[in-house]
């Protein structure tokens, strides 16, 4: 640690202390905290765990408002019986210092020369910033990012994060003028809404790239709804970074590629790439992975193909990918470059070399790079191969162009630099106005489930939720609440023949799971039939379960229908969301779903529903009408405004929501209310 | 070409003919092949493309047996009009000379100190083969592998291809001694049987991997049946690499991942991978990649976890990923290396590393290389960095030690590990024996078929489709085919009602989009008006179209089946085969499907239905039973046996099978005979 501090070009000075030793690396070392001549601006600490809540305490006293824990091993109880890390919080708090780690690296800022980490090599200055919960991947990428020369605004290693996280970083980075472009590994966010809030901020100025770990499902959640049930932790994560804004990469290598895209590509400005190449297997890699993530080639125009032509020979592939042969030399490839750069139907270029006995690689780069340097389209390389492409990569690297080893991530940096550019475009438009529910509306929902609070019940029985669904202007079919089989029969003939018959009991959440509903009834003797049967399953299946009566609705049959599930449920971190996909008894086995963090508008609901598959037949096929998507994003933008209108709302099914051409009817619901607590707790 | 073939250590002599010249690098050159001394075993051809199919002649008169011809531009016309290539081809065949090119690098053949190729720099010796269809992935894997100290028995560029191509390459390989795997860059198959066979041969001795370019689909499929509009071009070479036991691999990385793998790393027994690490993060990202592929980390023995204990610090993890801190020194990692190995519970370890202040990587490989020696299991290593983990690399390399650069892609190298040995133990188990359809059957088909070839028809009627389809054992719904309303009405009481009508007409292909289907008739009177609607409904979409009639069928309501596409089809390089997914009206939408080459045994057809969606419906889901898998496993048995049992069959749909727990019906079959031609002709 003292080395790495003193050896940086950091201006300002560095003070040792230490409780035995007078000297630390070669400098003049104070006993105490308190003899300090005056208030560090920073402090790092690297003393045995249970020194460290005084140390604060002593640094709080001495006016320093900020701190690095190095130490590890701050979960062990302290002699209060609480844990070192509490009491080191408590001390941190009443003495106003703000702390980064413990158990951390450190933090690198090349900017100021400031080196305050034990990792094994410092960083060179840079644009982009790192905020890893990992120290071995800080390291990690610290050195892969040295080779390539890419160079850092701040790099930052979390550690346990018992004060500073990624928001009060992600607030202080979004608006740092040395920070182009930041990078986060993640492997847990605590406060979801504080982080979404920062890192929302961050990503309306610069691209925010995350890659999160721990993917795997943890044990099957405990939630008593399927929208619970469906949406996995990492579904939620999914839906929390594409509200904030961020782009979430998979492997380390696309961090890699990410770093690499955002440090040295230039804005792209659309969507049409165009590939310069000697070589046609690699421009085919290219071409079919800009094809997989839905892009196209530009198509040159006739004044470009024709300058190609002047100078190529007759071999070259006379489109694009420009495949301008194996034996290219120097002139050809950067003749060819300038050409498809001055193309105004190209966006941005991708050079792919191969390397070839005719020219040495770096002969070709060098070439190429002043042409590049004369454009202001985007341009990407990519040098395939090791030893022979080395100096034509270093070459590139240091005329700041970006460098990728293969075609296939080559294209991904593309991507990610034409996403970041929409991205911009999309946080410039003025957000959607969502006008709430009325007042009225509001008072009436809450006087609808005030009785059900008053009683202590978390679940609505399906009457009173389909109440709440039709008071908030979502369409149901109407449900009458009988007692047996006599007040079932008056109840059909009200509601019209034939109907459904539902078992309803406080302790049933999955009905048809055990009997309990007859679908098609046609008149009273197989309604009363019926009833029998529901009793008799039920009582077979769940002996314990009380039977407190019948549900009779009319059969609604709507064959063409597609059967949806439209759902609430909460998030232990991020809080409620809105989850939409194929419903029906399926709706588990499908597995077709997206999800949204509240609150939606129009726009959010529309690209909810169309991340599923059942979206593509929504959109109707053959002499299939469309559904009414409109109705069917309007009930979700209502769903949103529900639970806006009663915090107490937890859970919410619908399923199914039959949608066809003529609009949408909800034919079962479950509510359950509660205090806001995560699914997990269900 | 001449430096390359001068200055490896190949034994033999090296003659030069050159028509001009008398020295040629160096050496005397000969005047004319035929002033040669003897017949040479290879001749290497880069002269003018005009030159070429003289002197294969040449050759040929001389007693040479093999050829290369680097030349490019055999495209061009010769003098006789047809292309020089073709010219080459006569030549080749008459005088008995096989030719690899035109159009290609050469061959390289490092174990006989051959290099007739004009790559950049010379291979290395080792057990890889490489087969490539383009010239400059070639060089650029060539390239790849020097750095990386891979070796090759073989490195072959294909070229054009005019007489040797993969199936030959392929035959000689597999059992070349010398050649322990196969790599293939493949951009497209010409002779599909002859590639399956030579490529099933190939793989049953060795690893084959390839990875095929070209993905993005081809303009649209003129396919009149949904099986062949469904399958794409991409899903036919899928089936064909699944076919033969090719394992195919999707971008550059992952070949070169592959090369690595199959060169270094030892067989893996079984699927227990154990990591040991220094950073929690990296083994999180590895964790989660193993996941995502469906792995499970092995679960520790007591026995182990208690040695780990001696010497581990607390704070490790105490499980697998074997986390052993950040500061762990060099006999930390060989020890807890060196426990875990010797875990039964153990199939293969992964060591990752992430680089430290602490110690430099390459002590720490340099401790661990001896334990891994003393080990008989599988073990990856991956050191993530940049130059601090350099030498780390190299000292694994110069071990024999797979080396990754980050965790997911040492993950895809054990999965591929794996995934050769399962292949490996399953083409030693016997194949399953298949019983054909008996002479009778085939006999009956036939006599079936004949009058509709005979009246040159393409299309069978739908009864007649039905009556193949049942007389193959499918179970189909009774259906008669009438003239009038009143046939129909009559047919209708034979069948029973309610009933469904449809058209009959030889230039209709999908009834349904053009109204002419009228579903669920109840009486007579509905029957009568429906044939009205249809006559109308056809007159004015197709108003050309000949209405010959319609068809009966009883009405059948399964209404909790399983709506399934079955079919055939023809692809143009591999033959025919046999498509599987959802079905229905929405077929083409939901795109649910999985396709197999013909012959299918029952294994091979219960694997193609597990590849789909749909699946998972069948095996059913809360009160919805499974749907009788067997069933429909062996309808496509029997579509695959008629496929052999009628030649002439080239596309076949079912759509929709019905398929619940008490079996399976189809409701509806189009079948089209013509000469074996391919869907693209259809």
Redesign the interface.
Same mark, same amino acid.
């Not at 998979?250 to 290598?253: C, E, F, G, N, S």
């Not at 395939?384 to 492409?389: M, R, S």
């Not at 080893?405 to 991530?409: D, L, R, S």
């Given at each position: 640690m003292a080395r790495n501090l003193l050896q940086g070009s950091y201006a300002g000075r560095v003070w040792f202390v230490n409780a035995r030793r007078d000297c630390v690396a070669g400098q003049l070392a104070f006993r105490t905290i308190a003899q300090l001549p005056d208030a560090p601006d920073l402090a790092v600490i690297c003393t045995p765990a249970a020194t460290v809540p005084g140390l604060i305490t002593e640094l709080g006293v001495q006016g320093c408002r900020a701190a690095i824990i190095i130490t590890?091993?701050l979960d062990a109880p302290g002699p209060d019986g609480h844990s070192l890390a509490e009491a080191t919080r408590v001390a941190a708090r009443l003495g106003g210092v703000r702390v980064l780690g413990p158990n951390c690296v450190g933090l690198l800022s090349p900017g100021l020369g400031l080196n305050a980490s034990?990792?094994?090599?410092a960083a060179n200055a840079g644009p982009l910033a790192f905020i890893?919960? =990992? %120290?071995?991947?800080t390291?990690?990428l610290?050195?892969?990012?040295?080779?390539?020369d890419i160079g850092f605004s701040h790099f930052i290693s979390l550690g346990n994060a018992l004060d500073v996280g990624f928001p009060d970083l992600l607030a202080h980075l979004a608006t740092d003028t040395a920070t182009r472009a930041i990078l986060l590994?993640i492997?847990s966010v605590s406060d979801g809404p504080r982080f979404l809030a920062a890192a929302s901020a961050a990503a309306r100025h610069k691209p925010v790239i995350v890659?999160k =770990? %721990?993917?795997?499902p943890e044990g099957a959640r405990a939630a008593a709804s399927h929208t619970g049930a469906l949406a996995g932790a990492d579904d939620i994560y999914d839906a929390a970074f594409r509200r904030a804004g961020l782009l979430r990469v998979?492997?380390?290598?696309q961090l890699?590629g990410a770093a690499e895209t955002l440090t040295r590509c230039r804005p792209v400005r659309g969507d049409r790439l165009a590939i310069v190449?000697?070589?046609?297997?690699?421009a085919?890699?290219a071409?079919?992975?800009f094809?997989?993530a839905g892009g196209h080639l530009s198509v040159l125009s006739p004044n470009t193909l024709a300058s190609l032509d002047a100078f190529l020979p007759t071999?070259w592939s006379h489109g694009d990918p420009v495949d301008i042969a194996?034996d290219a030399q120097p002139d050809r490839y950067a003749e060819s470059l300038r050409v498809t750069l001055a193309d105004p139907q190209v966006d941005a270029v991708l050079l792919v070399h191969?390397?070839?006995?005719i020219v040495p690689a770096e002969q070709i780069a060098a070439a190429c790079v002043p042409v590049i340097a004369a454009s202001d389209r985007a341009v990407l390389t990519c040098w395939?191969?090791?030893?022979?492409?080395e100096a034509a990569r270093h070459c590139c690297t240091a005329a700041g162009l970006p460098v990728f080893?293969?075609?296939?991530?080559a294209i991904e940096g593309f991507l990610l630099a034409r996403h970041q550019t929409r991205l911009r475009q999309a946080l410039q438009s003025p957000p959607e106005r969502v006008v709430p529910f009325s007042a009225d509306l509001c008072r009436d929902l809450r006087t609808l489930v005030a009785p059900v609070l008053a009683a202590g019940r978390q679940w609505l029985t399906e009457p009173e939720a389909k109440s709440v669904l039709a008071l908030a202007g979502i369409p149901v079919v109407q449900t009458v609440t009988t007692r047996n089989a006599a007040e079932a029969v008056a109840a059909a003939r009200q509601v019209g023949w034939p109907v459904v018959l539902k078992v309803l009991s406080p302790d049933i959440t999955?009905k048809?799971?055990v009997?309990g509903v007859v679908l098609n009834l046609p008149d009273a003797a197989a309604l009363e039939s019926a009833v029998g049967a529901i009793k008799q399953a039920v009582g077979h299946h769940c002996p314990q379960a009380r039977i407190e009566g019948f549900s009779v609705q009319r059969m609604v049959d709507r064959s063409t229908a597609q059967e949806l599930i439209l759902g609430l449920a909460t998030d232990a971190t991020f809080g409620r969301f809105a989850l939409f996909g194929s419903g029906g008894?399926?709706v588990?086995?499908?597995a077709d779903k997206a999800v949204e963090l509240l609150p939606l508008d129009r726009s959010s609901a529309t690209a909810l529903i169309a991340r599923t598959?059942v979206s593509?037949?929504l959109?109707g096929?053959?002499?299939?009408p469309p559904a009414d998507l409109t109705a069917i994003a309007a009930c979700l933008l209502r769903l949103s405004l529900l639970a806006e209108a009663l915090p107490e709302l937890c859970e919410l099914d619908i399923n199914p929501l039959l949608a066809d051409e003529q609009g949408v009817v909800a034919l079962d619901a479950r509510i359950r209310l509660g205090t806001l607590r995560s699914t997990a707790d269900a």
């Open positions: 590890a091993g034990f990792a094994h090599r890893a919960q =990992s %120290g071995a991947l390291t990690a610290l050195d892969w990012a040295c080779a390539r590994y492997e890659i =770990s %721990g993917r795997a998979d492997t380390l290598r890699f190449t000697n070589g046609g297997g690699p085919i890699l071409t079919d992975a094809g997989a071999i194996g191969a390397p070839t006995a395939i191969g090791g030893e022979a492409v080893e293969t075609p296939e991530e999955h048809s799971d009997g008894k399926a588990e086995v499908l598959r593509r037949l959109a096929y053959r002499d299939q």
